[in-house]
């Protein structure tokens, strides 16, 4: 693969008649969930910590990286 700008056109054949625009188009306030793959020790050890705490995985997840953010940003 390159990194240079290709010059063509767009083919005068592809067919925009039917499309809607901004379809896949994901708002900046919108609650997004994206995979991630976390080892089974980690994943374990914050799944009880949610379960006593009564809140959802990805909530206390969401949180816990967040503060870390937090962090890092005070440390800079």
Known sequence: MTNQP???????EV???KATRGRHHVPA???V???A???????????????????G???L???VLKRDIEINEALK
């Open 6 to 12: 290709i010059d063509e056109e767009m083919p005068a």
């Open 37 to 55: 793959s976390i080892e089974k020790s980690v994943w374990e050890y914050f799944s009880e910590k949610a379960d006593r705490k009564g809140v």
């Open 61 to 63: 997840l969401t949180e």
């Open 15 to 17: 067919d925009f008649s």
């Open 33 to 35: 969930f994206l995979p």
């Open 57 to 59: 995985l990805s909530q």
């Open 29 to 31: 306030a919108a609650t």
